[in-house]
């Protein structure tokens, strides 16, 4: 299945730590969300959940992306984070508004 592809091993930056004196910040001052207007190759939403954090010990000021989710189609991806969750196998893209109903009355009156 391809959604259970190894992730990359390079090591993410973690946001939390202060870009100044390393502190680890767990709380962010602020989260706040950015939607992708244009949903992705699988008719996925993006949501970008972004966040600011000011550093207690030496009051420096920085912000990043939190994590990313992805929504839409048959599953809930979520980056960034240790879950991901599946919803349903990737198999199953039927969409509904793709499939073409034919009414059997008008075809046979042709
Ligand atoms: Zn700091």
Same mark, same amino acid.
């Given at each position: 299945m391809?959604? %259970?592809?190894e992730m990359p091993r390079k090591q993410e930056k973690n946001i *939390?730590? %202060? /870009?100044? +004196? &390393?502190?680890? #910040? @767990?709380? /962010? @001052? *602020?989260?706040w969300h950015? =939607?992708?207007p244009l949903p992705d190759a699988q008719g996925r939403i993006t949501i970008t959940i972004m966040a600011s954090? =000011? +550093? /207690?010990? %030496?009051g420096a000021k920085w912000k990043g992306v939190l994590s990313k989710i992805k929504v839409g189609g048959q599953e809930v991806e979520i980056e960034g984070g240790a879950?991901?969750? *599946?919803l349903a196998d990737e198999e199953k893209t039927e969409r509904p &508004? @793709?499939?073409? @109903?034919? $009414?059997? $009355? $008008? #075809?046979?009156?042709e």
């Open positions: 391809k959604w %259970c592809k *939390k730590i %202060c /870009p100044s +004196c &390393g502190t680890i #910040v @767990e709380k /962010p @001052e *602020k989260t950015l =939607t992708s954090f =000011t +550093c /207690p010990n %030496c879950k991901t969750s *599946k &508004g @793709e499939i073409i @109903e034919l $009414d059997i $009355d $008008d #075809v046979m009156n």
